[in-house]
């Protein structure tokens, strides 16, 4: 199966898509760096390195700034995306991505670092608004199943290069080596089309056709493809898009509900316990690993499991990997808790030891979340809503992500602080459970069709999940 994906990037009809994906994920990819950027400086900015003496409370607001600033900026991509298109609006990220990396490259003091981790929440907030809507609108349903991930496999591949690189040089050097990134991705993503929803939300019927031709590269499809498009979109402006539509429309509502419930799932699987508490995890192998050995190797599993886990999700399905991967979460943090919970005692009375369990415990933990947790929530962001309020919805989505993240951490720490590290285990696997039960009844199957077909079942009486999948059959053409 890969293999044949790889040949059909290389010399088949789907390679257009597929570099404009990868190309476009770049904002993914530079976004995690700057948001993973305080885990190998904090300590820097602590030492005698650092030009002015920092304090351990002002260093902790590096870790805060960029979530305030993208819950106050989401609401500003809805507008761009709509007024100036999907491009236009991934292309504007690149300014303040270089903006904050030019900051820190020259940073003497706290305050200087403030405004760059503040120009890096807007990163966040586009991410999100903005490149699910970009990949789920120029990628058909085949390259969308396995190339789709690109936007979570870049932000993985970014937490793991920042905590390589920023262990190994100053905060200038870092900056300065990171800087080419958005650069790159200016000049390359340049070169990219619009996508032909944009262009048909817009009337420009011509313009749409051409993005669409140069994207699929197929003649004997393109045709019927772009009839069934306009259809769609012309069904979709016919609505209103505002935002109280989100709720009084049957289908959006019901697409909201599923996709905050997705976001919340997603948060409350634990993912960021085992990410803060890795160097704890690690420690307790006899021989001990650093703190920045341990985020190396969780970072890096993290992201080789998720680039993986997509020619996983494309054999499964998104709705029964999301089962499977909600059920291997609980039953590992359960153990987790328990072990956390029972083995201090049993190794005092009975000497019983399992120092690699917690380790195990979470490489397993990565495998099921890469395929299912981590994965689906992204890919339903950019499928589930029409295309003329898409961004409106994003928009609200972006802020409750902010406030779940928020919250989870603190509930982990709270909970840390006064119980020990079972208590958030035990949470988490309780809240993967109850996961389980909403993806079994609730979350759609949208693998194999395109964004008219999910948007009709939506608006149709039956059954989201036991509508069948209907899976492109055109052939690779070398």
């Known amino acids: 199966m890969l293999v044949n994906h790889i040949k059909g990037f290389i010399c088949g009809q789907e390679w257009k898509q597929i570099f404009a994906i990868l190309t476009a994920a770049l904002v993914s990819l530079n976004t995690a760096l700057l948001y993973a950027w305080p885990s190998p400086s904090i300590p820097i900015l602590l030492s005698s390195e650092f030009p002015t003496n920092v304090t351990m409370e002002e260093a902790s607001y590096t870790t805060v700034i960029p979530s305030i600033a993208s819950i106050f900026s989401s609401p500003l991509y809805p507008f761009l995306m709509d007024k100036f298109g999907r491009k236009i609006t991934l292309l504007s990220v690149a300014l303040p991505q270089v903006l904050s990396w030019i900051l820190i490259s020259k940073a003497n003091d706290i305050y200087t670092i403030y405004l760059s981790r503040l120009l890096s929440g ?33 932000a993985y591949f970014g937490l793991c290069l920042m905590n390589i690189v920023g262990s190994m040089n ?25 996508t032909p929803y944009y262009h048909l939300m817009n009337g420009a019927e011509e313009k749409a056709y051409t993005a669409l031709k140069s994207l699929r590269r ?47 799932i997603q948060q409350f699987a634990g993912i960021s316990a085992f990410a803060v508490y890795a160097p704890y995890l690690f420690a307790r192998v006899d021989g001990g ?17 998720s680039c993986t886990g997509s020619i996983l999700l494309d054999f499964l399905g998104r709705r029964r990997a ?23 005692e049993l190794s005092r009375l009975y000497q019983i030891r399992m120092p690699y369990f917690p380790i195990l415990g979470m490489l397993i933990y990565v495998l099921v979340y890469s395929f299912g947790l981590g994965i689906i929530p992204n890919l339903l962001l950019g499928e589930l809503f029409p295309s003329n309020i898409k961004g409106k919805a994003l928009c609200i989505l972006n802020i409750i992500f902010g406030i779940y993240s928020s919250i989870s951490t603190k509930v982990f720490q709270v909970l840390y602080s006064a119980y020990g590290i079972y208590a958030p285990m035990l949470l988490f696997g309780i809240c ?26 939506l608006k149709g009486s039956s059954n989201l999940n036991q509508v069948e999948v209907k899976v492109e059959t055109d052939k690779d053409n070398s």
């Open 170 to 194: 100053s905060l200038r050097s870092t900056a300065n080596i990171f800087l080419a990134i958005p650069v790159i991705f200016f000049l390359l993503f340049m070169a990219m089309p619009e």
């Open 218 to 264: 197929n003649q004997d499809t393109i045709e019927k493809e772009f009839v069934e498009m306009k259809e769609g979109v012309a069904e979709q402006m016919d609505a209103n898009n505002r935002f109280v539509d989100l709720v009084r429309v049957k289908s959006n509502r019901q697409a909201l509900i599923i996709a905050i419930t997705v976001r919340g």
């Open 432 to 457: 993967c459970i109850g996961s389980t039960i909403f993806s079994v009844y609730f979350v759609p199957e949208t693998s194999g069709k395109t964004l008219q077909q999910i948007q009709r079942d």
């Open 322 to 344: 999301m089962i499977i991967s909600c059920v291997g979460c609980a039953v590992v943090l359960l153990l987790e808790a328990a072990y956390f919970y029972f083995i201090p």
């Open 122 to 154: 807007f990163s966040n907030s586009c991410l999100y608004a903005t490149l699910p809507v970009y990949i789920g609108e120029i990628s058909s349903p085949k390259v969308r199943g396995l190339w789709g991930n690109a936007m979570s496999c870049c």
């Open 289 to 305: 690993i650093t703190a920045s050995t341990s985020a190396i190797i969780y970072t890096a599993a993290l992201t080789f499991c």
